[in-house]
């Protein structure tokens, strides 16, 4: 059996203010270590994760149809009237149902796992569809330096679609704290270095993305081993570091393949 929902049906319920919060300010998350997971495709990534949400959060008219799997999800169920939804929902379609679960404990970096290094990245789509190329080719960590967006905001959640729970994500570095990873780091760069589909690539490593008008700082640029720039016969000056990471990060793993 489920759990029996409470009911929210005033502006100031204590949690209705909690999670409109943490819906609305990108950094919410770390002040009430927590995170606020909207819609069907986050809660049910995070499910077959294994994460374990402490509450429940479903619409008044969702609830009487609220799959079983997620009625039984958590520890506790909160039903919020229709009217209120839009006060935490951050979507133009809101998903009428969401999870609130435990920001994971704060983890150091592990000097051995392959990396990706984002050097103070603003955009939170492009944040998020990195996490997601990362964890679909075989990179288990993200490191970001202060500066990137915050990586459990509900954008870069959203971009993510639940790569977040497949990766070791450590936030708020600075360029020293990169030298604790042991593996060879890797510069992108639009003008110099070794071509990517030229490159011997080692394995297992750490790729740097940079900033998305700046590029990778200096301070990181000196600690990389090699530099690494994509070919553009096409003739475009850069590409989207969103996009650039997917190809480095896919030319990792399909070297790593090849290698057996």
Known sequence: MHATPAFIQSRDNALLKELRRLSQDSSAYRKQGRVWLEGDHLCSAALARGQKPAVAVFSESFWPRAPTEYARAATKNVVIADV??????????????????????????????????????????????????????????????????????????????GAHFALRLVEGLAPADIDRLEVPLLATSSHEGDFLHRAALPWPCGWIMGHEGQGVS??????????????????????????????????SAAARDSAG
Do not use: Y
């Open 84 to 161: 209120l939804w839009s006060d935490i929902s951050a979507l133009e379609s809101p998903a009428l149902m969401g999870f609130v679960l435990p920001l994971p404990e704060a983890e150091g970096l592990d000097g051995r796992m392959p990396t990706v290094v984002l050097d103070r990245l603003q955009d939170a789509g492009n944040v998020g569809s990195i996490l997601r190329s990362a964890s679909a080719f075989g990179f288990t960590q993200v490191a970001a330096l202060k500066g990137t967006a915050a990586l459990w905001s509900g954008k870069v959640l959203r971009a993510g679609m």
């Open 218 to 251: 200096p301070a990181l640029q000196q600690r990389a081993r090699r530099h690494i720039r994509i070919a553009q016969p096409g003739g475009e000056e850069s590409l989207n570091v969103g996009a650039a990471a997917a190809i480095c990060l896919h030319a």
